[in-house]
């Protein structure tokens, strides 16, 4: 194929994934622009074969066979609660794809002097793609339950890191310079081991950001990849990407009201120390037939979901909960906690897969306005997202960070197993409020068990 | 003619411009799809993986070139097909008008 005629092709494609993503944003549209972009890459990758001379066809027809099955048998039987840790693992294999092609096309110039933007572009791809790959899969871990899903730390975690860190910048420098392979190779094995202990301390309710940070480095190290081989599909696609994770880390940490360095190196909650035990007071537990009740006859009911909803499987209980409230009159609505749940957006796509609407889907500023005016809220499986603390107390960690305020709603039904602490590791003062009520018991028992009070009334 | 790497300076900056133009105001209820479907999109690097599977450069390039295609087709495959599954979840608000795409 002509040489112009494949760079207007890639050009074709890169724009698919730029409508795509457009059409991306808005529920309306969203899913054609996923097909869009799909459609973007698959032209991208029948000119790339097109233009394929001396290769090895069965290397590429077994690859790209092994690597479909496994990507649909993947996205076709995950469970909707499982969404975080199968977007880390993709990250992942996006990432080491990237980091495996500069590997290759460093040994196939091996031995010729390679101009210095060249190798350092090697060098960048392969950096960020072994620190993803390992990164990613150390999220999917804690988000699988494989690993505990704390913080894990030790004396001197920084100061290990740090100097892993500072081994990076050598090899790098040493492979720029010297173009040698073992300084290569070794900044590879870095990567591998930078990315393992960057995740490794980070709790699991920071998971959101540590996601969108690594979805933008894979489209980062896909980019770099571009550099290597001189193509503008890769350039294009991988700086959109990694503009789009940069957005999404941003919002995220916005909504933590905490500066990416202190995700990446706090080691944040999980020590319990603190105020835990002290705040305290007497919580007031309450039955499913009493929280019916209040429901059935509320005007204005919200639903503030957490991820207990998800580690529960409640959100079909849910559901049929608030499906019955609807027919007997009650305006019920949902808040969402920009970073409530594992991953940007997980709360809503568990909700979307139990038949809400989204647009009874409220973010945060509208949902704290609704809750001046509601009669009920339920807190299933949310903690640190309703902690008063983050508003009121100058002290605690989480001070400033934006909440959803449930403590002004004339009823507060907080749905949780036991009283202990959330993620943070804090004492929650909603508890012990008097107008908060604790149903305790496991998300899923309680909707069924509210649901079954409900038919009776 | 400026070098090759400064176009692509180029392109990347103004890609990364476009990109945030045109992410910035999608809202809280499709982050997860806009996640997984660029996450899709930065398996573009299967190209790269296509054209790293040259023949004759040793038993070394063909291991990495194939293990890159295996890991950028399982993101680029799962990542598109997730994406459209989670999206077809999404409900309208009003269930009866489903002219958009029907599926």
């Known amino acids: 194929m002509n040489a112009n005629l494949t760079a207007i092709l890639y050009l074709v494609a890169a724009a698919a994934f730029i409508v795509g993503l457009k059409r991306l944003g808005s529920p309306k549209t969203a899913r054609s622009g996923n097909s869009v972009g799909a459609a973007g890459m698959l032209l991208a990758v029948i000119v790339t074969m097109v233009n394929l001379e001396g290769v090895s066809w069965w290397l590429i027809i077994a690859g790209l066979a092994i690597g479909s099955a496994i990507g649909a048998v993947l996205a076709l039987r995950v469970q909707m609660t499982a969404m975080p840790q199968l977007v880390a693992a993709f990250n992942g294999f996006g990432g080491i794809a990237s980091a495996l092609v500069a590997g290759a096309a460093f040994v196939t110039v091996s031995g010729a002097e390679l101009a210095s933007e060249t190798i350092l572009t090697m060098l960048l791809s392969v950096a960020i793609g072994t620190m993803t790959f390992t990164g990613s899969f150390i999220a999917y871990a804690k988000l699988q339950g494989i690993m505990g899903g704390s913080p894990m730390t030790y004396p001197g975690q920084r100061a290990v890191n740090a100097v892993i860190g500072a081994i990076l910048l050598a090899l790098l420098i040493w492979a720029q310079i010297s173009q040698d392979g073992i300084p290569f190779w070794l900044v590879g094995v870095a990567g591998l081991i930078l990315g393992v202990l960057t995740v490794v301390p980070i709790g699991g309710a920071d998971m959101p950001v540590v996601i969108a940070l690594l979805n933008s480095m894979s489209g980062l190290a896909a980019a770099a990849t571009g550099f290597v081989i001189s193509n503008t599909a890769l350039i294009i696609g991988g700086a959109l990407v990694g503009a789009s994770g940069l957005i999404l880390t941003a919002l995220m940490c916005e909504a933590m009201n905490r500066t990416i360095w202190n995700v990446l190196f706090g080691a944040f909650g999980g020590d319990g120390s603190g105020a835990a035990a002290g705040a305290g007071g007497n919580a007031i537990s309450t039955t499913p037939d009493d929280v019916a009740i209040a429901l059935a006859y509320a005007q204005q009911v919200v639903i503030v979901p957490g991820y207990g909803l998800a580690v529960a499987q409640a959100q079909h209980a849910l559901r049929a909960l608030t499906a019955d409230l609807e027919k007997r009159g009650v305006k019920v609505a949902y808040g969402i906690h920009p970073v ?56 605690s960690p989480i001070y400033g960070m934006p909440i959803l305020e449930v403590d002004n709603a004339n009823l507060c039904v907080v749905i949780k197993r036991s009283l202990s602490p959330g993620f943070a590791g804090l004492d929650n003062p909603l508890f012990y409020m008097n107008t908060t009520r604790m149903l305790f018991a496991d998300a899923k028992k309680a909707m069924t068990d509210l649901g079954k009070a409900l038919e009776s009334i | 003619m400026a070098d090759p790497v400064v176009i692509g300076i180029v392109v990347f900056v103004l890609a990364s411009f476009v990109g945030f133009e045109v992410i910035a105001k999608v809202p809280p209820t499709l982050h997860t799809p806009l996640m997984s479907g660029s996450n899709a999109i930065s398996g573009i690097t299967i190209v790269g993986a296509l054209i790293a599977s040259v023949s004759g450069q040793g038993a070394l390039v063909n291991v990495l070139a194939f293990f890159a295609i295996v890991t950028a087709t399982v993101n680029v495959v799962g990542g598109f097909l997730v994406t459209d599954r989670m999206l077809g979840m999404f409900r309208k608000p009003k269930p009866t008008s489903n002219e958009e795409g029907g599926r």
Do not use: K, W
């Open chain 1, 340 to 395: 409530a749940g594992r991953m940007p957006g997980h709360m809503n796509v568990l909700l979307a897969e139990a038949d809400v609407p989204y647009d009874h889907l409220l973010d945060l500023d509208d949902a704290n306005t609704t809750l001046g005016r509601t009669d009920v809220v339920l807190v299933v499986g949310a903690n640190d997202v309703v902690n008063p603390s983050a508003r009121d107390d100058s002290t």
